[in-house]
């Protein structure tokens, strides 16, 4: 039977030749295994790039990367005990390797007194010059990749160069301070999210029932897809998750919105191009007395100042325009008739609810306005004759007349500009037209109609319109419910929000509005229950959406902008509220730097681009700098996993989806389609009735 000396010297190939901070240089002994090793317990590989080798100190072992193999002609080297006197010194070929120091793995006991390895991250002892360099045993090898104690629950693959060892990752770490998953398109980015997201659900499902616990994960996935990547990744898992898509697909039950009533000032200045200097104070003004007068339940003077100025702006709008406006089409007709209805309606509401002079102005804008909705209607009840000027002149007049008894002031209970409050967002321009005219003599009109204009159209537009102003909108409540989770994940774990229909044009405001609201719910959840909820917010595509600033950032606000800050200050902030950030990017250089700095794990897939790789350089040691060498020619399904998350960068296989679980965005099957093997039957005009619905 071996001695545990003996053993150790069949394990030693070499030594070391000098030592630096970064690297190491080993001289290989000259009967050191060539190819494979049979000394380690079990036939391997001999160490290759990026695999393993130990140096024994008085801590335990250097754990060293391999960086560089090669060979260099030096002197026969002198053999211990012999006498080669009639040698010549003729130039030899020695075999070497550079290795960087990642760790030490450290022999313990456990709480049952068997022994096992720990491995640790950085060096505390670097090794001297001649110390012995060994291969790991399988035992020492799997402790490695697989070490760091119980929390390492997350099972996402195997080590190739480490006899398939299991890498595990603590799912803590992994998602509390933010991963990045970086490669290429094509080499498996969109399945390593895809698997994180469905192994972690597994490991803790199972975890539940080994503690003989009860009820669904308590998870919460909010996968923002810019692609409709993942819409059937997860259909299998139960429940399943919540999908929103922007209609006309969508179905009637979960479509895809985004009340404007629920964005703060800033994401309106930047969704209205508002300029700093007069257009924005005026929107903040806007918007608190649009939120505030929602919030008031009688008939206050300054609520009645709110709704029949918003009506005075309009006929004032339709006069300015000349009679085309109200006399020419039949579409001009109804909406002049609509206008006139609308104020009959809101007079005879507030009726009841006033007294004294303010009481009987509004009768008698009542009597005036069905007086004149009776003389113009058609007899059949289906539309309105032509208007002419006079008759409505008089109907401004009147509003006129009832404005001058409540005049509009600041109150000391305005709401926040900032309060996600409901408001009639069809009559936010008009109030904005009102209290532009309302100031010093109507002079910041002419900074506002632009603004105005700009509001208008984006609600008008039929793309935009289910999303920003939906006709049966959810309170606030319930969209938290609904986007972020429910009770304990009652609703489900996962949410995915399809983008792919959502206009290019307001693209980036939903993201940075949706990313807001989420960070902010997580924010005010830990004030009040005093605890954070964990939350994991993934978004594909981030090169699109973090870009890195320019200096473009002066003045006001884009939506651009608007998108990267949000996304930096999530980096920065949500893990102290629980709210973990997954990022999948194939132009890692185009990324916020702020937001690379603050992910403490990525998996790195292959990156072939000169510039990302230079990137990514720069955000791990320098003395693991060789390892991303590997980067351009990794395969399909390999990564290279470092940071917090793993105490050494490991070279890792990810675990296989089924063909039914991976996102769709698998590569085209060109000749297969050419060759007739599979079928592309067209139907052109579906897909056009489709896009002009």
Same mark, same amino acid.
């Given at each position: 039977?071996?001695?545990?000396?003996?053993?150790?010297?069949?394990?030693?190939?070499?030594?070391?030749?000098?030592?630096?901070?970064?690297?190491?240089?080993v001289?290989?002994?000259?009967?050191?295994?060539?190819?494979?090793a049979?000394?380690?317990?079990?036939?391997?590989?001999?160490?290759?790039?990026?695999?393993y080798?130990?140096?024994?100190?008085?801590?335990?072992?250097?754990?060293?990367?391999?960086?560089?193999?090669?060979?260099?002609?030096?002197?026969?080297?002198?053999?211990?005990?012999?006498?080669?006197?009639?040698?010549?010194?003729?130039?030899?070929?020695?075999?070497?390797?550079?290795?960087?120091?990642?760790?030490?793995?450290?022999?313990?006991?456990?709480?049952?007194?068997?022994?096992?390895?720990?491995?640790?991250?950085?060096?505390?002892?670097?090794?001297?010059?001649?110390?012995? =360099?060994l291969?790991?045993?399988?035992?020492?090898?799997?402790?490695?990749?697989?070490?760091?104690?119980?929390?390492? /629950?997350?099972?996402?693959?195997? #080590?190739?160069?480490?006899?398939?060892?299991?890498?595990?990752?603590?799912?803590?770490?992994?998602?509390?301070?933010?991963?990045?998953?970086?490669?290429?398109t094509?080499?498996?980015?969109?399945? +390593?999210?895809?698997?994180?997201?469905?192994?972690?659900?597994?490991?803790?499902?199972?975890?539940?029932?080994?503690?003989?616990?009860?009820?669904?994960?308590?998870?919460?996935?909010?996968?923002?897809?810019?692609?409709?990547?993942?819409?059937?990744?997860?259909?299998?898992?139960?429940?399943?998750?919540?999908?929103?898509? =922007?209609?006309?697909?969508? +179905?009637?039950?979960?479509?895809?919105?985004?009340p404007?009533?629920?964005?703060?000032?800033?994401?309106?200045?930047?969704?209205?191009?508002?300029?700093?200097?007069?257009?924005?104070?005026?929107?903040?003004?806007?918007?608190?007395?649009?939120?505030?007068a929602?919030?008031?339940?009688?008939?206050?003077?300054?609520?009645?100042?709110?709704?029949?100025?918003?009506? $005075?702006?309009?006929?004032?709008?339709?006069?300015?325009q000349?009679?085309a406006?109200?006399?020419?089409?039949?579409?001009?007709?109804?909406?002049?008739?609509?206008?006139?209805?609308?104020?009959f309606?809101?007079?005879?509401?507030?009726?009841?609810?006033?007294?004294?002079?303010?009481?009987?102005?509004?009768?008698?804008?009542?009597?005036?306005?069905?007086?004149?909705?009776?003389?113009?209607?058609?007899? +059949?009840?289906n539309?309105?004759?032509?208007?002419?000027?006079?008759?409505?002149?008089?109907?401004?007049?009147?509003?006129q007349?009832?404005?001058?008894?409540?005049?509009?002031?600041?109150?000391?209970?305005?709401?926040?500009?900032?309060?996600?409050?409901?408001? #009639?967002?069809?009559? $936010?321009?008009?109030?904005?037209?009102?209290?532009?005219?309302?100031?010093?003599?109507?002079s910041?009109a002419?900074?506002? #109609?632009?603004?105005?204009? /700009?509001?208008?159209m984006?609600?008008?537009?039929r793309?935009?319109?289910?999303?920003l102003?939906p006709?049966?909108?959810?309170?606030?409540?319930?969209?938290?419910?609904?986007?972020?989770?429910?009770?304990?994940?009652?609703?489900?774990?996962?949410?995915?929000?399809?983008?792919?229909?959502v206009?290019?044009? =307001?693209?980036h405001?939903?993201?940075?509005?949706?990313?807001r609201?989420?960070?902010?719910?997580t924010?005010?959840?830990?004030?009040?229950?005093?605890?954070?909820?964990?939350?994991?917010?993934?978004?594909?595509?981030?090169?699109?959406?973090i870009?890195?600033?320019?200096?473009?950032d002066?003045?006001?606000?884009?939506?651009?902008?608007?998108?990267?800050?949000?996304f930096?200050?999530?980096? /920065?902030?949500?893990?102290?509220?629980?709210?973990?950030?997954?990022?999948?990017?194939?132009?890692?250089?185009?990324?916020?730097?702020?937001?690379?700095?603050?992910?403490?794990?990525?998996?790195?897939?292959?990156?072939?681009?000169?510039?990302?790789?230079?990137?990514v350089?720069?955000?791990?040691?320098?003395?693991?700098?060789?390892?991303?060498?590997?980067?351009?020619?990794?395969?399909?399904?390999?990564?290279i996993?470092?940071?917090?998350?793993?105490?050494?960068?490991?070279?890792?296989?990810?675990?296989?989806?089924?063909?039914?679980?991976r996102?769709?965005? #698998?590569?085209?099957?060109?000749?297969?389609?050419?060759t007739?093997?599979?079928?592309?039957?067209?139907?052109?005009?579906?897909?056009?009735?489709?896009?002009?619905?």
């Amino acid at each position: 039977m071996s001695s545990p000396i003996e053993n150790t010297a069949q394990l030693v190939i070499g030594s070391v030749e000098s030592v630096a901070p970064n690297e190491i240089k080993v001289l290989l002994d000259l009967d050191a295994p060539q190819t494979t090793a049979l000394n380690t317990g079990f036939p391997r590989a001999f160490p290759r790039i990026n695999s393993y080798v130990l140096v024994p100190n008085e801590t335990g072992a250097v754990v060293g990367m391999i960086s560089w193999l090669g060979i260099e002609r030096s002197n026969f080297p002198k053999r211990t005990g012999l006498k080669d006197f009639d040698l010549i010194d003729l130039p030899f070929p020695l075999r070497k390797m550079i290795i960087s120091p990642v760790g030490t793995l450290i022999l313990t006991k456990n709480d049952e007194g068997n022994d096992f390895y720990n491995l640790q991250r950085g060096v505390a002892v670097f090794p001297s010059i001649g110390d012995q =360099v060994l291969l790991p045993t399988e035992i020492q090898l799997r402790s490695i990749i697989e070490s760091q104690g119980v929390n390492r /629950r997350l099972h996402i693959g195997v #080590s190739p160069l480490a006899n398939n060892a299991v890498v595990s990752v603590d799912p803590d770490k992994l998602f509390g301070r933010h991963l990045a998953v970086l490669g290429n398109t094509g080499s498996g980015k969109s399945c +390593s999210v895809a698997g994180l997201v469905r192994w972690s659900l597994e490991s803790a499902s199972k975890e539940k029932l080994i503690n003989e616990r009860t009820g669904s994960v308590n998870a919460r996935f909010i996968i923002l897809d810019p692609n409709g990547e993942y819409l059937k990744s997860f259909s299998d898992l139960t429940p399943t998750p919540r999908i929103f898509k =922007v209609p006309p697909i969508a +179905s009637p039950d979960n479509p895809l919105t985004l009340p404007a009533w629920m964005w703060n000032s800033q994401e309106w200045s930047a969704f209205a191009l508002a300029q700093p200097g007069t257009q924005r104070p005026l929107l903040l003004q806007g918007l608190r007395n649009m939120r505030s007068a929602a919030t008031l339940t009688a008939p206050t003077e300054r609520r009645l100042n709110l709704v029949f100025r918003t009506r $005075f702006q309009q006929l004032q709008g339709y006069l300015g325009q000349g009679p085309a406006a109200y006399s020419g089409s039949f579409r001009s007709r109804m909406q002049m008739g609509d206008l006139l209805n609308s104020v009959f309606i809101e007079s005879t509401d507030y009726l009841n609810n006033t007294t004294g002079n303010i009481r009987s102005r509004i009768e008698s804008l009542a009597r005036a306005t069905r007086q004149l909705i009776d003389l113009r209607k058609w007899t +059949s009840g289906n539309g309105f004759n032509d208007f002419n000027e006079v008759e409505l002149r008089v109907i401004e007049s009147e509003l006129q007349a009832l404005l001058d008894l409540i005049p509009l002031q600041e109150s000391v209970n305005l709401r926040s500009e900032d309060a996600p409050i409901p408001f #009639s967002l069809t009559d $936010f321009p008009d109030h904005l037209d009102a209290i532009a005219a309302n100031q010093t003599g109507g002079s910041a009109a002419q900074f506002i #109609s632009w603004l105005t204009m /700009r509001i208008r159209m984006m609600l008008a537009d039929r793309r935009l319109g289910p999303i920003l102003n939906p006709d049966n909108a959810l309170k606030f409540d319930e969209w938290l419910t609904d986007y972020i989770g429910g009770d304990n994940a009652d609703n489900g774990q996962i949410a995915i929000l399809d983008l792919s229909l959502v206009p290019a044009d =307001v693209l980036h405001m939903v993201i940075a509005v949706i990313a807001r609201i989420i960070f902010e719910a997580t924010q005010r959840y830990r004030r009040l229950m005093d605890n954070e909820l964990p939350t994991v917010l993934i978004l594909e595509e981030a090169h699109h959406f973090i870009r890195k600033g320019t200096n473009e950032d002066d003045g006001a606000v884009t939506a651009n902008q608007m998108c990267r800050q949000v996304f930096e200050r999530i980096a /920065r902030e949500g893990r102290k509220f629980g709210l973990g950030l997954l990022l999948s990017s194939q132009r890692p250089s185009e990324l916020s730097p702020t937001v690379l700095a603050q992910c403490n794990t990525f998996l790195l897939h292959r990156i072939v681009n000169d510039r990302d790789q230079e990137l990514v350089g720069k955000l791990i040691p320098d003395n693991l700098g060789g390892l991303l060498k590997d980067l351009p020619s990794l395969p399909s399904r390999q990564a290279i996993l470092l940071g917090w998350a793993t105490p050494v960068p490991v070279l890792v296989e990810i675990k296989e989806l089924p063909e039914e679980h991976r996102p769709q965005s #698998s590569d085209p099957k060109f000749w297969n389609v050419w060759t007739g093997e599979e079928s592309r039957n067209i139907d052109w005009k579906r897909i056009a009735d489709e896009w002009t619905s």
